[in-house]
């Protein structure tokens, strides 16, 4: 099956600090990435949708200045925490799709501890 | 009202023995559903898409109710392997994930 790597698996920053997340589809281009959030407990709650080449789509609530998205390639997303707090602490997860298939595919999550 | 709900758990069953849980949704316009499948601090893997008609795979048997809004997911034949965070998640136009029911597999 099609492969998404994410980087870092996991990172440690101090609030204020930015962090960028790379998400990348091995094998298989992605005109579509999705990055989610998840809290302990809770369930993944999609951030964003972006397309190739595109702005992306923010969901209801979540800042576009504060989780910036870029999608410059087929293969290549990446999100960054900007000026991070440690209520922006959590498991950020991307996934991927296909050209014309439905399935997303998940990357490996990056989990996000901000002191 | 959360668009995916779900019972967390946990459920604890010896191995061998049947579990069943489900959920409810709230979009009545959702078009796919599916079971995901999470293991601790892992990213969720797709267990199963859910049919009107109710699908099976292996072990696994999920139904779908689309009058009364709800999904199920039973496991029959436990394995300390099946031992997992199980996500409900149904879809319009993007994927609404449940916050998931423990199950955990005892020897």
């Known amino acids: 099956g099609a492969v998404v790597s994410q980087h870092p698996s996991w990172v440690i920053c101090k609030s204020g600090t930015s962090v960028k997340i790379e998400c990348r589809s091995l094998?298989?281009?992605?005109?579509?990435m999705f990055w989610y959030r998840q809290f302990p407990k809770q369930s993944l709650m999609l951030m964003a949708t972006?397309?190739?080449?595109?702005?992306?789509?923010?969901e209801q609530g979540v800042e576009k200045d504060k989780f910036l998205i870029n999608h410059a390639s087929l293969t290549l997303s990446t999100l960054t925490v900007t000026s991070a707090h440690p209520e922006d602490s959590s498991f950020y997860i991307c996934?991927?799709?296909?050209?014309?298939?439905?399935?997303?595919?998940f990357g490996p999550g990056t989990r996000l501890t901000v002191t | 009202r959360k668009e995916v709900e779900q019972d967390p758990g946990p459920f604890n069953v010896p191995e061998g023995a049947t579990v069943a849980f489900n959920c409810t949704y709230s979009n009545s316009a959702s078009q796919s559903f599916f079971w995901y499948r999470q293991d601790c601090r892992k990213e969720p893997k797709l267990l199963m898409s859910v049919y009107s008609s109710g699908n099976e795979d292996g072990r696994f048997t999920a139904q779908l109710n689309r009058a009364s809004q709800y999904i199920s997911l039973l496991i029959r034949d436990s394995k300390l392997s099946d031992s997992a965070t199980y996500l409900c998640v149904v879809k319009e136009y993007k994927l609404s994930f449940g916050a998931g029911t423990t199950v955990t597999v005892r020897a």
């Open positions: 972006s397309n190739e080449g595109s702005k992306a789509t923010y």
């Open positions: 094998d298989f281009q992605a005109t579509t």
């Open positions: 996934s991927a799709t296909e050209p014309g298939a439905y399935e997303q595919y």
